[in-house]
């Protein structure tokens, strides 16, 4: 296939249960030969836990794992039971089905007991998102296969493994290595829960970032684990910045598509995907992507009962930005599994086999559409998935993207 774009950076937005589309997606784009390309992948929440093992070296067919499904009609690979994780948390503590039931009982919480944050006491152990993702980089099938590169990487430390840690193993194997093997540069988006206030915090394995300097000494799991702790269900991960320990929580809140350009190097493009239809069809009609507007922020202050704060560093992401030309914003929504299958929503309590099935017919119906464009080639595009309908927007908005 024509590459005509320099694709280096995978942007990935959280999404909750949606976040299974992401291996499914994967695999379209690796069979194309255009996975392989990413050397830095980046993602919140959902699509933390997507970026990080991505960048570990995991191929879309262990991805799925995360999930806990080890289906023949999909991928044959031992999983580690995240779905069960999720359901223990949800047997001790209010059971949210949807966002709308999550955001009235946090609403009552916090005006009623006291802060949401305390639903889930911080842990200064090991999170159960932390020992979840320690089960699949450990997996006997995975080392195996990435013997070659983890042969001499003590994998018992993968707890501690720091983002500096891992920006120097990149570096000491080589580009040509970390292709041939799928190591990438990993960052994720947190927020942090200060004594009078939150605010949003990216962490990253990338050196020459404003966010390096803070996040060479934090561990990539403790980090990632933080990213995708849905607040009240998952209790709060403590992250030890500057030998102070800060409970963090999802990243979602400000920056649920941490894409920033801090974290991208001169003449790389980007493939932003994003799980918010709303978001999407919005950044088609205004030419830029919008993570929190102010009436966002008004709903954290009054949900969690505390002071909102952006540092100036976040404004483009957090309020809303622009894609660089030749970038690539795709949205999987919640139709993606198909019409005979129930839609995949946010919180999904435990999506089936069959909702599986059909999201990899229709995904590859969807790449296969947006391969014929030219948009996997050429960027510049935003692209709407609509699941049944295969797609809704193909639209070219080259004039409404910055040069």
Known sequence: MEKLLKLRNLFCSGGGSKSVLYPVFALGLEKRGILQEFTHASGTSGGALFASLLGFGCKPKHLLSMYGYSSKNIYDYPNMSLKTVIKQRKEDTFAPESMGSYTINTLLYGKLIGSPFTMQKPVHTEHPLEEALYTVLTNKTFLKEMKPVYGKFNTSKIRKLTFGQWNKFLNELGEDKCKEFGLRHISVAVTMILENEIVPQIFTSKKNSEFSEISMDVPILKAVSASATFPGVLPAQIINIGGQDIPCIDGGLYLNLPFHSGLVEEGENSMVLSLDNKKILDAIDYGKYINCGHLDRMLIE??????????????????????????????????????????????????????????????????????????????????????????????????????
């Open 302 to 403: 009054t949900l969690f009962n505390t002071r909102s704060y952006v540092d100036k560093v976040y404004w483009d992401s957090v309020y809303g930005f622009q894609l660089l030309k030749g970038d690539i914003l795709i949205g999987l929504n919640v139709n993606a599994a198909g019409k005979s299958a129930k839609a995949i929503e946010t919180l999904t309590g435990e999506v089936s086999i069959e909702q599986l099935i059909e999201a990899e017919t229709y995904i590859k119906e969807y790449l296969n559409r947006i391969d014929e464009c030219g948009i996997l080639t050429h960027g510049g595009t935003y692209a709407e998935f609509a699941g049944i309908n295969y797609l809704r927007y193909i639209e070219q908005k080259d004039e409404s993207i910055i040069e």
